[in-house]
């Protein structure tokens, strides 16, 4: 009988032990995955030949943005960048903000929100659903040109982001922690997904020249915050479609505000 018991006990800390190893190595499975379907869109955005030119921009990137300017280094300011990233930082912050309060009406536990990193992304995507229809309302209602009540309905989504970021932290922290694994799947798809989001901010904020860009991406908020509200628009079919992207930068339009708030808005 005692025999039993030990080699039961023995069982038991053998699997204890071996538990966190095979979730690591799930994780490190996870962390693989994320890597090679990224390197796999990667290789498939590329062959177009259309996309190929894109490749240019990493082989000489200062030709690239010398061209952006007009072929003169003196049209070149990165300073007047700061802004813009600045409020395009203000408006994600504001939509995780509304977007953790999105997840507690949903029926999510507030007393766990914010401990896994999975919640961020989800939050972010569910406070971009409330930034673009109450934006919607308001453009049917006419008040696009309210930048005092946007800006307020926005610091307040950065206040509620605030306190939902330092909630989550100290329940982190009271917690296990956040750990990160030194495999190489890990690290090579945090470095990826650091190499790609860097690249794709600064891409961001060069002047468009796409025509798809040009022509309703930011032509037709461009359009709508010089009126005031959100119309049909029987000039441009693409304007009457379903509109997720567009309405992102007409906020922004709305809150710089004033007569060239398009133009800044719309980088």
């Known amino acids: 009988m005692n025999a ?4 039961r006990r023995q069982l038991t800390a053998t699997g204890s032990s071996q538990q966190p190893s095979v979730r690591m190595s799930w994780t490190a499975v996870g962390w693989g995955l994320a890597a090679a379907f990224s390197l796999g869109y990667l290789l498939l955005f590329f062959a177009r030949p259309a996309h190929q030119a894109v490749l240019w921009a990493f082989l000489v990137p200062d030709e690239w943005l010398r061209q952006w300017a007009g072929g003169s280094w003196d049209r070149v300011g990165i300073g007047d960048r700061f802004p813009i990233f600045l409020l395009a930082g203000l408006v994600q912050l504001s939509m995780l903000g509304y977007g953790f309060v999105t997840m507690i009406l949903l029926g999510w536990p507030s007393a766990k929100l914010g401990t896994r990193l999975g919640h961020w992304p989800l939050a972010a995507a569910l406070g971009w659903g409330v930034h673009q229809t109450i934006l919607l309302a308001a453009g049917w209602l006419g008040l696009l040109h309210a930048r005092s009540v946007a800006w307020i309905a926005m610091l307040f989504g ?9 909630q ?10 956040w750990k990160v694994g030194s495999s190489w799947p890990q690290l090579g798809g945090l470095v990826l997904l650091v190499a790609w989001s860097v690249y794709l ?5 060069l002047p468009p020249r796409d025509f798809d ?3 309703y991406h930011l032509q037709v908020p461009k359009e709508w915050y010089q009126q005031g509200r959100v119309t049909f628009m029987s000039h441009n079919i693409y304007g009457n479609m379903p509109l997720g992207t567009e309405m992102a930068a007409l906020e922004c339009m709305v809150l710089w505000g004033g007569e060239e708030g398009w133009w800044w808005g719309a980088l």
């Open 4 to 7: 039993r018991r030990r080699h």
């Open 158 to 166: 950065v206040l509620l982001a605030s306190v939902g970021m330092w």
């Open 168 to 177: 989550g932290w100290q329940r982190v922290r009271r917690s296990r922690g």
């Open 201 to 205: 901010s600064l891409a961001a904020a």
């Open 213 to 215: 860009v040009r022509e």
